[in-house]
């Protein structure tokens, strides 16, 4: 099986497409394989570039623990230079079928290869059932976290996030608490959780705790989620830029339509040859 190795903000997956290669029997058990940093390629999961009735490609992604997630920001960045520099669909601008819906990106080249994709992430969903959460609230702000020293307001960019505003990030509250609140009640199909530093109300610096990953270097969903949650917070303003630990995305919670806007860089690794079970 041919794969790409392909990184968004250090946000790193592989690619199989399904256009020309056949799709995997089992993805979750090969996302669990190929993902593992000692036995395998490496990366925080797997994405299936596959064919789609609805839009230009559908993105199907597993995390690195085998489970199916619904998006990933920077992962769609990556479908979306895939698409255009190998030829499935050459247009600067793309849609995209995910678990969320169908996202459309707008493509920056330069010598014919994508360098940054604009992603359309659409409308925040902020109904505590809908996130899903048990905390209450439509949406649930700044409420206190039964059990943890943390407030927390919670957001869904098509999969779960709990944001927690702090003065500093320290790796207790990434590797500590971010897994116990990952998998905490509260949440019934568990959550991602961002910890985030409001350094000027333009300028939020986050690490995050990926559902099914464990930390990674950017998460492009959770970004979005920030947004919105410094803007319901009153911490940020509707257009942010966020510093994560692989790099920096550009945010932008549009008042006229509702919809998040994020841009960042899409990179193509490597290629190779699975020859793994």
């Known amino acids: 099986m041919r794969f790409t190795k392909m990184q968004g903000c250090g946000n790193d997956y592989i690619y199989v497409d399904c256009f020309v290669n056949k799709p995997p029997a089992n993805a979750p058990a090969l996302s669990r394989q190929i993902s593992d940093r000692h036995f395998g390629v490496g990366a925080d999961g797997l994405i299936l570039i596959c064919p789609s009735e609805k839009a230009d490609a559908r993105m199907i992604m597993f995390n690195a623990d085998g489970s199916e997630s619904e998006m990933c920001g920077n992962g769609i960045r990556c479908v979306a230079k895939y698409v255009h520099d190998h030829g499935i669909a050459r247009k600067?601008?793309?849609?995209?079928?995910?678990?969320?819906?169908?996202?459309?990106?707008?493509?920056?080249?330069?010598?014919?290869?994508?360098?940054?994709?604009?992603?359309?992430?659409?409308?925040?969903?902020?109904?505590?059932?809908?996130?899903?959460?048990?905390?209450?609230?439509?949406?649930?702000?700044?409420?206190?976290?039964?059990?943890?020293?943390?407030?927390?307001?919670?957001?869904?960019?098509?999969?779960?996030?709990?944001?927690?505003?702090?003065?500093?990030?320290?790796?207790?509250?990434?590797?500590?608490?971010?897994?116990?609140?990952?998998?905490?009640?509260?949440?019934?199909?568990?959550?991602?959780?961002?910890?985030?530093?409001?350094?000027?109300?333009?300028?939020l610096t986050m690490r995050v705790w990926e559902r099914g990953s464990g930390e990674t270097l950017a998460c492009g969903t959770g970004a979005s989620a920030v947004c919105v949650a410094g803007v319901l917070t009153g911490r940020s303003q509707r257009k942010v830029t966020i510093h994560l630990l692989g790099g920096d995305l550009m945010l932008h919670w549009r008042e006229a339509d509702n919809r998040v806007y994020m841009t960042g860089p899409a990179v193509e690794v490597f290629t190779g040859v699975w020859d793994g079970d």
């Open 92 to 203: 600067p601008t793309l849609t995209i079928e995910t678990g969320r819906g169908v996202l459309t990106l707008d493509l920056e080249t330069r010598n014919g290869k994508v360098e940054q994709v604009c992603v359309n992430m659409g409308e925040p969903i902020l109904e505590s059932a809908r996130i899903p959460t048990t905390l209450p609230g439509n949406p649930p702000i700044d409420l206190q976290l039964p059990g943890f020293d943390f407030r927390a307001t919670c957001v869904s960019m098509g999969n779960p996030h709990c944001i927690i505003f702090v003065d500093e990030i320290t790796k207790d509250h990434i590797h500590g608490i971010g897994p116990v609140i990952e998998k905490a009640d509260l949440f019934p199909r568990k959550t991602n959780v961002e910890f985030v530093k409001v350094n000027r109300p333009d300028d």
